[in-house]
């Protein structure tokens, strides 16, 4: 930061200097990041572990695109709206299904369904020609996996994540599919537009069991366009990995300021600031969702997230000795705006410029590195991948002083 941008402390302290810090030109942060520029933040460190380019987001045309470099990060847009979301930051996952452009080599016809011989190949959501048109003549055809065919060991008793990419063609009307587990224990029935819209459907394993496909509804003509077959196990659909003779695994996404002269130019607080982030929020799952993090060490420790299934917003010490927890929740797949604020040990938490909830933290000494969308034991890679965020973060900004109550309500509003 320049010098003589920088907010010179020895003259104003207190809330008094958090007021001057509001209102004067620059809003008196000393971080300010922007992730919808598409170009990250030089004092950022950023790594995903994946051999090759396997990790895909979708571009500012909303094509679904895979990164040009294996270790590149990702800047997602929405694919309707076309809006910057910001940096994408995922947990690893693994696409258990072959082949996955469409649904080929591993699926099984049943129930009367042909599969096409040559299959006939159209524009993909990838702007490429590897989707292919598919027709169940009647209701009651299908295809459908099984662990087995595709390769993988199921875990009985537990949830899997089938998604696919779905539009109907030109004409067509009243089409619909039936989406189950080969076992039949749940299914959904699923009607389509003329537009590329990814899917997704939730079941439990039961025995060998993996995810069909069944015509619900629909006449002789009733086509439909598919593309981007996906099997996740979990509750959560991640980012499409594309996948040809196996399955494959995409690495996690690690996104630190690490300790040094990239962290110390512009955290000057010591025991006192107040950290301001903008992001998406996820779907109610079984774990929380980082949103950044400090050092996690007892003294240094403070870790902002989405809580599991509340979607209520959370600031903890090391090893959750003392939380403070929003009374309102956020909404999942909305912006999200965040903040909190700290002097020693007293805590100030807002969600969405909602009632601001305040706390004690165990929180004594000045941390020395920035964890974004994970937590960090080592400030060099994430160390707790279950709670990543898994989903993008727009903005984050750091203030060197506590600001009011007040102050962070607008600053979330």
């Excluded at 380019?53 to 990702?74: H, W």
């Excluded at 292919?132 to 875990?155: H, Q």
């Excluded at 929020?281 to 949103?291: E, F, M, P």
């Excluded at 706390?359 to 080592?378: C, E, H, K, M, Q």
């Amino acid at each position: 930061m320049n010098r003589a941008n920088r907010p010179r402390m020895s003259r104003v302290s207190g809330s008094s200097y958090a007021s001057k810090l509001i209102g004067r030109a620059g809003d008196g942060s000393t971080l300010s990041i922007d992730f919808t520029t598409g170009v990250l933040d030089p004092r950022i460190t950023f790594s995903r572990a994946d051999a090759t380019a396997r990790a895909t987001f979708i571009n500012n045309l909303g094509y679904v695109t895979t990164v040009s470099s294996a270790q590149d990060p990702r800047f997602d847009y929405d694919p309707t709206t076309l809006v910057a979301k910001g940096l994408l930051l995922e947990a690893p996952a693994t696409n258990l299904l072959k082949f996955s452009a469409y649904p080929d080599s591993g699926w099984l016809p049943y129930g009367g369904f042909t599969r096409p011989s040559p299959y006939v190949l159209v524009t993909s959501p990838a702007n490429d020609s590897t989707a292919t048109k598919l027709n169940f003549t009647a209701v009651g055809n299908g295809m459908y996996v099984t662990a087995g065919t595709m390769g993988y060991t199921n875990s009985i008793g537990s949830t899997y994540t089938f998604s696919i990419w779905l539009r109907a063609t030109t004409g067509t009307t009243n089409a619909s599919l039936r989406f189950s587990d080969s076992a039949v224990g749940s299914f959904t029935t699923v009607s389509f537009t003329t537009t590329w819209t990814r899917y997704q459907f939730q079941y439990t394993a039961l025995s060998n069991s993996g995810p069909a496909m069944q015509s619900a509804s629909g006449t002789a003509t009733g086509e439909f366009e598919c593309w981007g077959c996906q099997l996740e196990l979990g509750a959560q659909c991640s980012s499409y990995i594309p996948t040809t003779s196996a399955a494959v695994t995409r690495a996690v996404d690690t996104a630190i300021i690490a300790a040094g002269s990239n962290f110390s130019s512009w955290y000057t607080g010591g025991t006192t600031g107040t950290f301001v982030a903008n992001w998406y929020g996820n779907a109610s799952s079984s774990t929380a969702r980082s949103v950044i993090a400090t050092n996690d060490q007892t003294t240094k420790h403070l870790h902002m997230y989405q809580t599991a299934s509340a979607l209520t917003l959370r600031l903890a010490d090391f090893g959750a000795a003392a939380t403070v927890t929003t009374s309102n929740s956020l909404t999942a797949g909305a912006l999200t705006k965040g903040a909190f604020s700290y002097n020693g040990t007293a805590t100030s938490l807002c969600l969405n410029g909602g009632t601001v909830a305040t706390g004690t933290l165990a929180f004594s000494a000045a941390p020395t590195w920035l964890s974004i969308g994970g937590p960090s034991t080592n400030g060099t890679s994430i160390t707790d991948t279950t709670v990543m965020l898994n989903n993008s973060i727009r903005s984050l900004k750091y203030f060197p002083a506590r600001l009011s109550d007040g102050q962070i309500q607008g600053l979330t509003t």
